[in-house]
């Protein structure tokens, strides 16, 4: 449970990436990101390890 956390953050970011360079996604993008970092930052957080 605790990778898939890391997975979608992942995901979130290339999806940023991808609409920041096709610059069509808009917003939408750009929202996916600060959800992709907020969910990196509780898992930092909470103190988890990683593996």
């Not at 979130?12 to 970092?37: Q, S, T």
């Amino acid at each position: 449970m605790g990778n898939l956390l890391y997975v979608v953050a992942v995901i979130l970011i290339i999806l940023w990436a991808i609409g920041f360079i096709g610059y069509n996604a808009g917003a939408v993008i750009h929202i996916l990101l600060v959800i992709a970092l907020i969910a990196v930052l509780l898992r930092i957080i909470q103190g988890k390890k990683i593996i």
